[in-house]
């Protein structure tokens, strides 16, 4: 069982198209980051975020970190055929080393 | 520089044989973590190391499992009388420290138990 539940699981949309996928759990966590994986690879790092409501961009991407710290947000603008991947959020809670991931959400942009 | 390398890419193993999958970290890095993912989930943890020793294996799901880091560098996960349950990828990540530092993962070894 998976502390974070991601949601949804596949999500196929056409290029130029907006998608927001979602990150949700009953438990705090000090920190939440999001990874994009793509076969064959491990996990690749695109952001992490601290602080209850703090919001991220990075180019086309926004994250978003709930209040409360139990949930977060990724926001894709204008998605590319380059974003399709597998996005994944995990999170570091106080006292353990490791991180929790999510169960994923497998994106597919069509040109 | 050379990232988080893992070996072999793939393994095939028949039901109730040993396997040893092998991490390479990146150098200077201290802390080196296992994970399982299964297909269609997200990793999940296994085993901890700063430096040589093992500062958590609670996620090790029985005593088949087992994970040795003799100088505090290279890390071996070794999976005793395996079952088909165990298939999966096999990611290695290692850090500068433990909470709160990046963690960079290696491409995995996905393991089947036919």
């Known amino acids: 069982t998976q502390l974070l539940e991601q949601s949804p699981q596949f999500l196929s949309i056409q290029e130029g198209e907006n998608l927001t996928v979602y990150c949700n759990s009953s438990s705090v966590f000090s920190s939440l980051q999001w990874y994009r994986q793509e076969p064959g690879e491990g996990p690749v790092l695109l952001v992490t975020?601290?602080?209850?409501?703090e919001v991220k961009k990075l180019k086309r991407l926004t994250f978003q970190f709930g209040d409360a710290r139990k949930d977060s947000s990724l926001h894709i603008t204008a998605a590319q055929p380059g974003d399709t991947g597998l996005y994944l959020c995990a999170g570091a809670r106080t006292g353990a080393n490791n991180l929790f991931f999510g169960t994923g959400t497998r994106l597919t942009v069509i040109p | 520089g050379a990232g988080v390398s893992q070996t072999p890419s793939n393994k095939v193993t028949e039901k109730g044989k040993y396997v040893e999958l092998r991490c390479d970290p990146i150098s200077g890095h201290t802390a080196l973590y296992w994970y399982r993912q299964s297909l269609g989930q997200g990793p999940e943890f296994l085993i901890y190391?700063?430096?040589?020793?093992?500062?958590?294996d609670s996620g090790l799901p029985n005593d088949r499992f087992f994970a040795v880091r003799p100088e505090g560098s290279v890390s071996t996960l070794k999976i005793q009388r395996t079952e088909r349950g165990d298939s999966a990828v096999y990611l290695c990540?290692?850090?500068?420290?433990?909470?709160?530092?990046?963690?960079?993962f290696g491409p995995g070894t996905r393991l089947t138990v036919t």
């Open positions: 975020v601290v602080t209850g409501g």
């Open positions: 190391f700063q430096g040589t020793g093992a500062a958590d």
């Open positions: 990540a290692s850090s500068f420290g433990g909470a709160g530092y990046e963690q960079y």
